[in-house]
């Protein structure tokens, strides 16, 4: 099984940068992809931003695209969420979350989920 815990929320400025941290533990981490999802309150859960095992390849939602960036350190079994830009309705909890399915952006998918960060984005 695979254990995440999600780290670096907190309260920014709009415009503002915050970068989440989603640490694995488990020996097959490489072999999972990784998403970002996000729950704003009174709002269903969304996708964010996802990347492959296989390739490296990146996908984001089309509100965060050229703002956000994510990435991994699979030595560090340690994915990443950089947020640039940030906008009030950037707020929510951000969740990371890991699976083997092909399909990346859909939450059903994910066979393993971190506890959530916060992220406040003032205005």
């Known amino acids: 099984q695979v254990q995440l815990v999600e780290s670096g929320g907190g309260v920014v400025q709009v415009g503002g940068s915050l970068r989440l941290s989603c640490a694995a533990s488990?020996?097959?981490?490489?072999?999972?992809?990784m998403g970002w999802f996000r729950q704003a309150p009174g709002k269903e859960r969304e996708f964010v931003a996802a990347?492959?095992?296989?390739?490296?390849?990146?996908y984001y939602a089309d509100s965060v695209k050229g703002r956000f960036t994510i990435s991994r350190d699979n030595a560090k079994n340690t994915v990443y969420l950089q947020m640039n830009s940030l906008k009030p309705e950037d707020t929510a909890v951000y969740y990371c979350a890991a699976t083997t399915a092909a399909i990346v952006v859909i939450p059903r998918n994910y066979e393993h989920w971190g506890q959530g960060t916060q992220v406040t984005v003032s205005s």
């Open positions: 488990g020996r097959t981490f490489s072999r999972y992809a």
């Open positions: 990347v492959t095992w296989r390739t490296g390849t990146s």
